[in-house]
């Protein structure tokens, strides 16, 4: 009985640890139309593209998180909306239009394949007249 047991807590143990976070570009939607950008980082690859009106380079992600919280402190969310979306070759992108009560930006941000989940490289933002 115990052979049976000892067998039946490593099997769950092994298909519990399997089941990695996957992200998916409807999960980034999400976050941008809270404006949270906690929650968005979270999608973030280890290092960003991150381009924002008179600011842009590459950062790491704590770095990109901490500058997309100044980004909307400033610029409190209202919406997002989905323009576009697209898939080529396992990454997958999006162009919308973020709402803010100071305006609106189009936005573009790209998820690429990296291991067994789609993370964010790039996160821009432009200003829209």
Do not use: W
């Not at 980082?41 to 600011?55: E, I, M, T």
């Not at 979306?85 to 990454?91: A, D, F, L, P």
């Amino acid at each position: 009985m115990k052979k049976y047991l000892g067998f039946a807590i490593v099997a769950v143990s092994l298909v519990l640890v399997s089941f990695a976070p996957l992200y998916s570009i409807d999960d980034v939607v999400a976050a941008m139309r809270t404006g949270n950008a906690t929650q968005l980082s979270k999608y973030f690859d280890s290092r960003v593209d991150l381009s924002l009106p008179g600011k842009s380079d590459n950062y790491s992600k704590s770095q990109a998180e901490m500058i997309l919280k100044d980004f909307f402190g400033n610029n409190t969310v209202k919406n997002f909306i989905v323009k576009h979306k697209g898939e080529q070759n396992g990454s997958q992108f999006c162009i919308g239009l973020l709402q803010t009560k100071n305006g609106n930006f189009r936005t573009k941000f790209f998820m690429k394949q990296k291991g067994d989940q789609q993370v964010v490289q790039e996160l821009g933002f432009e200003v829209t007249e």
